[in-house]
């Protein structure tokens, strides 16, 4: 079957929802993305949207990270955010049959996220060491270098994952503030597919929806490229 543009009416929002069905496999997958949601949009607090995903990967308030990932462990269920430059997205995979049990523990990760201090220092540890493993790549740092060039005095001269310093000073607050401001109804656009038929996914769909809010929609974002060349030599 054929791709299939749709929309969900959730609280007087119009979601895009695109679907296709594919009998072949039972197994059904969904993708949550949020537009003006990525590294251009977090404003001087750079890498907070991929830290604000790291920290959603942390599961659930009651669960803790380590007994949320055995529930999805136990059922073969795949459950991840992540965030870019323009884009925020959550992924949800599973057998037919356990899909259900990954929406309500993605429901449960929505509603009651693992945001404490603790899960925040693990995360901040992590993106702290990316970035130090980053500084001996060769590629890496001439293609970050190259960017900030570019696109110099803008948020894409920055790299997504952030820098040491901005991480490091990251706030709770400020993870809570993204999740509530970016992850909203007026930024969302659904992708679903597989074992599923169309009246199915968007009920599905429009439940899990149903515990966003509204929201503003984001502004759209572009950015001009240097018109002028210029030299940068790193050692």
Do not use: C, W
Not at 110 to 138: C, G, H, W, Y
Request: net charge negative.
């Amino acid at each position: 079957m054929a791709s299939t543009l749709d929309f969900i009416e959730v609280k007087g929002v119009k979601i895009p929802f695109i679907f296709e069905e594919d009998k072949r496999l039972p197994i059904v997958s969904m993708q949550v993305i949020f537009t003006h949601s990525g590294s251009i949009d977090e404003g001087k607090s750079f890498g907070l949207a991929r830290l604000s995903g790291k920290m959603l990967n942390e599961g659930s308030l009651r669960r803790g990270s380590v007994g949320f990932a055995d529930a999805l462990d136990a059922r073969a269920i795949q459950l991840s955010s992540n965030a870019g430059n323009e884009t925020f997205v959550i992924e949800l995979g599973s057998l037919k049959e356990e899909f259900d049990t990954g929406l309500s523990l993605l429901s449960e990760q929505l509603r009651e996220p693992n945001f404490t201090d603790q899960s925040l220092e693990k995360v901040k540890t992590m993106a702290l060491s990316d970035i130090s493993r980053k500084e001996a790549d060769f590629d890496t740092v001439a293609s970050e270098e190259l960017k900030a060039v570019l696109f110099e005095g803008t948020p894409m001269a920055v790299p997504n994952i952030g820098t040491k310093k901005s991480i490091k000073a990251i706030k709770l607050s400020d993870i809570e503030t993204f999740k509530k401001d970016h992850l909203i109804l007026s930024n969302a656009l659904i992708v679903m597919g597989g074992d599923i038929s169309l009246i199915e996914a968007k009920a599905k769909a429009q439940s899990l929806l149903n515990l966003l809010e509204a929201g503003k929609k984001g502004k759209e974002r572009h950015y001009e490229p240097r018109k002028e060349p210029k030299e940068s030599i790193l050692k």
